[in-house]
């Protein structure tokens, strides 16, 4: 089945230090990936996505690249503010007919120190 | 886009009861799910929630424990039965509109003691 594989956290870093966290993926065909922010006591938020090869989702600063050949789905960030501090999740949702749930890795926590 | 209200967004229950949460979207939505946070850790699909019908369960996941409902497209219920205190989690509702994208709910964070 489909699994994200993410990397291991708690990660720290100090403000305007540049972030990478990695994410891969397992799936069959071209499955859709997704990053998702969770703030202390909130919710989940999407933060940015890519739905094909070579696309590359952004925001916020954040990007992230969908890297077919290496299955990869890479959030960097060039400067990190204490703002940035939350759980992120890589997911992906798969191309088969009928595909709406997502698959979540296991989250990477950021703390940004000034 | 889609903008979720969950309810209750936190309790404190005792074992041996049952909690049922809330979920309301602002608009029509066809997939409605429900997942399940444990602590530290990622989220896990406890079931979809299907209109009209019965809910579509995950392995690991059976209806005695987490009977879902959903009367209408823009509502949906989970309960959590005979609550252990293995059960603490945060329990999230999210859909997906017509579009890729998944909108998530403020969760409920359920400690059971």
């Known amino acids: 089945g489909d699994s994200v594989t993410q990397m291991e956290g708690p990660v720290t870093l100090s403000e305007e230090a540049f972030l990478t966290i990695n994410c891969t993926y397992t799936?069959?065909?071209?499955?859709?990936l997704f990053w998702y922010v969770q703030y202390p006591g909130e919710g989940l938020q999407l933060l940015l996505k890519?739905?094909?090869?070579?696309d590359k989702g952004s925001n916020k600063g954040f990007e992230a690249t969908y890297r077919k050949e290496t299955t990869s789905f890479h959030l960097e960030k060039g400067s990190v503010q204490v703002s940035d501090s939350a759980v992120y999740f890589c997911?992906?949702?798969?191309?088969?007919?009928?595909?709406?749930?997502?698959?979540f890795g296991k989250g990477t926590k950021l703390s940004v120190i000034p | 886009s889609a903008v979720i209200s969950q309810k209750p967004s936190r309790d404190i229950c005792q074992r041996g009861t049952s909690l049922t949460i809330q979920c309301q979207v602002d608009?029509?939505?066809?997939?409605m799910f429900w997942y399940r946070q444990q602590p530290g850790q990622s989220l896990t699909l406890i079931a979809t929630?299907?209109?009209?019908?019965?809910?579509?369960?995950e392995s690991g996941f059976v209806i005695d424990k987490f009977p879902i409902s959903r009367p209408n497209l823009t509502f949906s219920t989970l309960t959590v039965s005979n609550m252990s205190p293995e059960d603490s989690s945060i329990y999230l509702c999210?859909?997906?509109?017509?579009?890729?994208?998944?909108?998530f709910g403020q969760g409920t964070r359920l400690t059971v003691v």
């Open positions: 997911a992906l949702r798969g191309s088969g007919a009928g595909s709406y749930q997502l698959t």
């Open positions: 929630a299907n209109q009209g019908s019965e809910a579509t369960y």
């Open positions: 799936a069959t065909g071209y499955p859709s």
């Open positions: 999210s859909v997906v509109t017509t579009g890729t994208e998944a909108f």
């Open positions: 890519a739905t094909k090869a070579d």
């Open positions: 608009s029509q939505v066809t997939m």
